[in-house]
């Protein structure tokens, strides 16, 4: 079992609707890392968080410590909003970054 | 520089030679890490850098890869007698701290090897 699960691994929506993108761990973690790759494109970090919630523009990113879970939520999706989306976090007993296997995202027009 | 510079973005080389790509991170970011993304596969960790010391050199695939830090600045990651499953992309990324803090990712070398 990795110890970074993402779901699903690839969602197709049509523009407008809302979407949630789910990350499972099993490790303690003194933080969880979302980012998105555009395709052909370099990585770029949408949020770091540690607990509770943080939201920037139309993405909202929450944590649950306890269920070791988190859920990153796009609202009114756009086409430019199609990447993959990856989830990783910070482990509290090294300093090696584990990786989800990403989130590919489609919003069609 | 204003985010993280990796350097040559594309190269072309043919197998059995080898090849050195340099990342320059933020100025001022003690963490720095190299991975590898192969076309349609996920991130692969190859190593990471806290100043100039590499903890866990664990992830690099082979001995013929190898990776230098000078002080808390450019880092370069060199393959020898490169072969054709070296071809992807090599990211480097650099936080302020090893853990707990935005990490940044410069573009990436493409290598592809004939």
């Known amino acids: 079992k990795n110890e970074v699960e993402q779901s699903p691994q690839n969602l197709t929506a049509q523009e407008g609707e809302f979407i949630t993108i789910n990350c499972s761990y099993s490790v303690g973690i003194s933080a969880l890392h979302w980012l998105q790759q555009h395709p052909g494109g370099g990585i770029v970090s949408l949020f770091m968080l540690s607990s509770g919630k943080k939201k920037h523009g139309r993405l909202i990113a929450t944590i649950n410590i306890q269920e070791k879970h988190s859920s990153l939520h796009i609202t009114a999706s756009h086409p430019r909003d199609s990447a993959v989306y990856i989830c990783?976090?910070?482990?509290?007993?090294?300093?090696?970054?584990?990786w989800g296997a990403g989130t590919k995202l489609i919003i069609k027009p | 520089g204003a985010g993280v510079s990796q350097s040559p973005s594309n190269k072309v080389t043919e197998k059995g030679k080898d090849v050195e790509l340099r990342c320059d991170p933020i100025?001022?970011?003690?963490?720095l890490y190299w991975y590898r993304q192969r076309l349609g596969q996920g991130l692969e960790f190859l190593i990471y850098?806290?100043?100039?010391?590499?903890?866990?050199k664990s992830g690099l695939p082979s001995d013929r890869f190898s990776a230098e830090r000078t002080g808390e600045s450019v880092s370069t990651l060199t393959i020898q007698r490169t072969q054709q499953e070296d071809s992807a992309v090599y990211l480097c990324?650099?936080?302020?701290?090893?853990?707990?803090?935005?990490?940044?990712f410069g573009e990436g070398s493409w290598l592809t090897v004939v």
């Open positions: 850098f806290q100043g100039n010391s590499a903890p866990d």
């Open positions: 990324a650099s936080s302020r701290q090893l853990s707990g803090n935005t990490i940044y």
């Open positions: 990783a976090v910070d482990m509290d007993s090294n300093y090696q970054l584990i």
């Open positions: 100025s001022g970011h003690t963490a």
